[in-house]
């Protein structure tokens, strides 16, 4: 089986260009590994031949791997139009196997200007031809429902309606981020969004047992295999966080506690970045929406971090980051009802505009530094591989 696939932007990174397309190659390798897939790349077309078997399971990583635009299954032939010409009536038979008529348009390419017939005239003869042989079929330039695409380049390549895929970047060609993941809506989601843009990640949880459970934990695992796919694998670092939120509670003003427990968290994905060589954090963050994010907020709770902190989610609602979490397929896992430790340890009324220089007093006076190490130090690491 031969999959024809399209990369959309990556053809515009000039000199960058075969970086990116290397990338886009290894992730899918890595994600169809067990099928064996051969992966040509020739003129802005990456073609994949599988095994015929593993023809669904290939259909299934080409639409969740980023880079991918598009994908069509496709036929090699020779370079003759009375070949092409069969292929392309195939096509129009598999299309009217459960119908009578429908429309129709050839759209053709020639690379090989060898090639005796332009595109024009390869689409005027297909057209004609397949008016003759079907006459329930109809042409339609605008919407057909079915398209048949001739690219003529070292071989002929024919195929018909593809597939979207989900566009963007192959993950892992702007580096590597530390993702804050909470266990709610917005932190997967944000995942997703800088996967997308090339970001490969890692994931760190904060777990505060007792005071959360071990089914708060699991959730946690539930939407880091659930982002395995999109991100082409993804570390989950489970950080044990109960003795430096019992001095939180114990040490700091109670309205305090939330900014200070979030800029400590901040504090821990930094170091943790620097052993992971990632260039940057990743958060769920949108403004105005709870206490911790607010613009004054958001100043202080990054302060612990030289890091660039990206938030993907900071100018959208509720109800937008709701839809890709459950286009995503994470939604319903999030919304399970185990308190992760923010919510624990959150006050009635926590700060919603601090004061930037008290609020670093305090944070300093706290003298966290040798407990956030002794907790980093007895994190747990699993890994969860890119899914089928």
């Known amino acids: ?40 790349i020739t003129r802005g077309r990456f073609l994949i031949e599988i095994d015929d078997q593993a023809g669904q399971q290939a259909e299934k990583v080409l639409s969740t791997t980023f880079g991918v635009v598009g994908f069509s299954k496709t036929k090699a032939c020779g370079k003759n139009i009375d070949e ?49 042989r079907f006459p329930g079929m109809s042409v339609d330039v605008r919407s057909p429902d079915l398209l048949i695409s001739v690219e003529i380049r070292e071989k ?20 590597k981020g530390i993702l804050l993941l909470s266990g709610g809506i917005d932190s ?17 949880y904060y777990h505060t047992y007792p005071y959360t459970s071990d089914e708060a934990l699991e959730k946690v695992k539930t939407l880091a295999s659930k982002l395995s796919a999109p991100c082409s694998g993804i570390n989950l670092f489970i950080v044990p966080f109960t003795d430096v939120a019992l001095k939180l509670r114990q040490n700091a003003p109670l309205e305090e506690t939330t900014l200070l427990m979030r800029a400590s968290m901040m504090d821990v994905a930094s170091r943790l970045a620097g052993q992971r060589n990632a260039l940057c954090l ?35 609602d509720k ?3 709701i839809e890709i979490a459950r286009r995503i397929d994470t939604f319903e896992t999030s919304i399970l ?32 530094d040798e407990l956030l190490e002794e907790s980093l130090q007895k994190r747990d690491k699993v890994w969860f591989p890119p899914q089928e």
Do not use: W
């Not at 010409?85 to 429309?103: I, P």
């Not at 997967?188 to 890692?202: E, Q």
């Open 84 to 132: 092409i010409r069969q292929e392309a009536f195939r096509l129009v038979e598999e299309f009217l196997v459960d119908r009578s008529t429908g429309s129709f348009k050839v759209a053709a390419r020639r690379s090989d200007k060898s090639f005796p017939h332009s595109s024009y005239e390869i689409a005027s003869i297909l057209g004609d031809d397949i008016r003759g």
């Open 156 to 175: 002929a390549y024919v195929y018909g309606n593809g597939e979207r895929g989900p566009g963007g970047l192959p993950v892992g060609v702007a580096g």
């Open 282 to 316: 990743v958060t769920g963050e949108s403004l105005s929406q709870v206490a911790s994010q607010t613009a004054q907020s958001m100043r202080f709770t990054e302060d612990p971090s030289d890091l660039p902190v990206f938030r993907p989610l900071i100018g959208m």
């Open 1 to 40: 089986m031969l999959f024809l696939l399209k990369i959309g932007e990556i053809s515009l990174k000039g000199g960058n260009r075969g970086y990116f397309e290397k990338k886009l190659s290894q992730n899918i390798k890595r994600r169809l590994k067990d099928a064996r897939p051969q992966i040509t």
């Open 319 to 321: 109800e937008e980051i």
């Open 188 to 204: 997967p989601v944000a995942a997703y969004l800088m996967a997308k843009r090339g970001l490969a990640i890692d994931a760190v």
């Open 337 to 368: 009802p185990y308190e992760d430790c923010c919510t624990v340890f959150s006050p009635d009324k926590p700060l919603i505009r601090p004061d930037f220089d008290r609020m670093r007093v305090s944070y300093d006076g706290l003298e966290l």
